[in-house]
């Protein structure tokens, strides 16, 4: 008996089990709210483009330095690309800004150039206590449109498609740590999760990519979410 293979089938039948209960939940909340026309969602879609002009880009990915235990604070650094200066941020693991991205202002202030901010990622790294990778098979994305709308270019041809796309990870079992987040997609509203890290004490942080650079037919750009209890 293959135990991996029936396990993995369990866990896609509960993930479609808890987004079906989503659905209902959601479409009992907005029960009394008109529902969309036909006329309105034709016309976003005939009204807007799917590609944008190609900048040449490769995307943005992040990855997480690691966690300073006694700050309760996790250190993630983004990459936009092999040439340009990398943005370093701190992310807050509990209290009022839990969850919230910070750049590191203070890094930037004094024109610092890519290689001397690498230098300062490097150090820093070396004092951190670094996360754990788990299986993202225990953890499931859901994404959900929560605007759409239209971002005009500046050579004056047809608007290219922008959505206000709601992301929400939580455990397939329904029990555990979980976190949301919404962010600015184009083109293209979907979403992957790439990876999820236990943090040393409790939570988890995940990695989530999105096309959200618009270039070409839409490039990836990652977001992480803090998972709590």
């Known amino acids: 008996m293959n135990r991996d293979a029936k396990t993995q089938s369990a866990l896609v039948a509960l993930a479609r089990t808890r987004r079906m209960q989503r659905a209902l939940a959601h479409a009992y909340i907005h ?119 239209a971002l005009r270019v500046a050579d004056g041809t047809t608007p290219i498609r922008k959505f206000a796309l709601q992301l929400r990870v939580e455990p397939t079992s329904g029990v555990g740590a979980s976190g949301h987040t919404t962010v600015t997609a184009f083109l293209n509203p979907e979403a992957t999760l790439v990876e999820v890290s236990a943090l040393p004490d409790a939570g988890a942080i995940a990695r989530v990519t999105y096309t959200g650079i618009p270039s070409g037919l839409g490039l990836p750009k990652d977001t992480v979410i803090l998972l709590t209890e």
């Open 31 to 149: 029960r009394d709210k008109p529902m969309p026309t036909l006329r309105a969602s034709l016309g976003f879609m005939t009204s807007t483009a799917r590609i944008a002009g190609d900048a040449g880009a490769l995307g943005h990915r992040m990855s997480i330095l690691g966690v300073a235990r006694a700050e309760r604070i996790a250190y993630i650094v983004e990459e936009l690309s092999a040439h340009e200066t990398p943005i370093a941020y701190r992310m807050w693991l509990d209290g009022a800004r839990a969850g919230h991205l910070v750049p590191i202002h203070a890094w930037y202030e004094h024109g610092a150039d890519a290689a001397e901010i690498r230098a300062r990622i490097a150090a820093i790294a070396t004092t951190l206590e670094p996360v754990a990778r788990t299986t993202t098979e225990a953890w499931m994305l859901s994404t959900r449109i929560v605007q759409r709308r």
